[in-house]
């Protein structure tokens, strides 16, 4: 893209964005810019976003928007506004003038920007091509081939970060579910981290579930090395209450076999030596097992599937509890099951299904 269009869109963006709201007579001649060229729009339209996004790049990126900034400020290309310097708003004799002093310091800030802003741009495809992140919307579920023939199925509402590099093969779990089907390579291992949990692989099949209250590692062939990385000083402000069978919540690591499950918490750990697989995995079925679970959580779930929302009421109906097997797909039957409840109502809306009430019992 020409440089001087860039620079004029960079000029623009300050002016719409340093001061009080622009008045009519600048929204007039920002909508004459934008109309005289297609090309004027598309360079407008890509400082935005780039921009905006410039403070989401992944953390391990060796370069950042604020190193991009400093470097813009220590070459002196950037000259910092005094109290009287911010751009005026003027009469049209004083706009009909090309080099105004306002307009100036204008074309200034706007030099500067330009390059930071191409600058967070170039990080920000090199950091895609890089580490690319895949992600599901509500109800969809997507399946992915890594380069060394591994699969990811990834489950509703998900996202995840593909990391590989020479020595490794690294999986940000960035939200959501994940059923890994790794490619054997004992010299590379496949590794997964989610939230305070790290799983390491050689060649095996496990699912990770990153839950709001922890993560939930099920292994479904193989051997999987588990390490929990937990602060519990500040998760749990120094309590650390764990049942079962299961490593420190700070630092520990243990084995997980096939038909295992750990379940890693800020303030519980758990291992179930017997888990129930299938139940664990019935999602890439578009099937949800619930085994004595409590309605928020089945509430929880049945969202990662429907933009019509379950809401629970928590404070009296947080210990009811649900067994059984529905579709993920249609919430019907869990609905019904609920309105025959005694004592629990269930109102719906466009946007909304509320369950209120009380009731303490097991189902």
């Not at 620079?7 to 007579?25: C, I, Q, R, S, Y």
Request: net charge neutral; charged share 25%; aromatic share 8%.
């Amino acid at each position: 893209m020409n440089r001087q269009i860039v620079l004029e869109a960079a000029e623009w963006f300050v002016e719409l964005n340093a001061g009080p709201p622009p008045d009519l007579e600048t929204r007039e001649q920002f909508d004459k810019w934008l109309r005289a060229s297609p090309e004027h729009v598309r360079a407008f339209l890509e400082i935005v976003p780039i921009w905006e996004d410039g403070s989401q790049l992944p953390q391990s990126s060796d370069t950042t928007p604020q190193r991009l900034i400093e470097w813009a400020r220590r070459a002196g290309n950037v000259l910092p506004m005094q109290n009287g310097d911010r751009p005026q708003r003027g009469s049209d004799a004083q706009r009909a003038q090309p080099r105004s002093p306002s307009r100036s310091i204008r074309r200034i800030w706007a030099a500067g920007l330009a390059p930071i802003l191409v600058g967070i741009a170039i990080v920000l495809v090199y950091s895609a091509v890089r580490y690319p992140t895949f992600a599901t919307g509500i109800g969809e579920q997507r399946s992915l081939k890594l380069a060394d023939n591994s699969v990811i199925e990834l489950n509703a509402l998900s996202r995840v970060r593909v990391r590989y590099s020479e020595h490794e093969r690294v999986i940000d779990l960035l939200e959501g579910q994940a059923l890994f089907r790794v490619a054997k390579n004992a010299e590379r291992p496949f590794i997964v981290y989610s939230a305070g949990t790290k799983v390491r692989a050689v060649g095996t099949e496990f699912d990770v579930y990153r839950k709001t209250t922890g993560t939930v590692i099920t292994v479904v062939e193989g051997r999987v090395s588990v390490d929990a990385n937990f602060d519990s000083q500040a998760w749990d402000g120094g309590h650390h209450a764990a049942s079962g069978s299961a490593a420190p919540a700070d630092g520990g690591s243990q084995m997980l076999a096939a038909g295992e499950q750990l379940t890693l918490g800020p303030r519980y750990t758990r291992k179930a030596e017997h888990a129930n697989v299938a139940g664990a995995t019935a999602w890439t079925q578009r099937q949800l097992v619930f085994d004595s679970t409590p309605l928020p959580e089945v509430a929880e779930e049945f969202n990662r599937y429907t933009t019509r929302r379950l809401s629970v009421d928590a404070t009296h109906l947080g210990d009811f509890r649900i067994s059984g097997i529905f579709s993920s797909t249609d919430p019907a039957p869990l609905i019904r099951f609920l309105r025959e409840q005694p004592g629990m109502q269930v109102t719906e809306s466009g946007q909304e299904i509320r369950v209120s009430g009380s009731s303490g019992q097991r189902r």
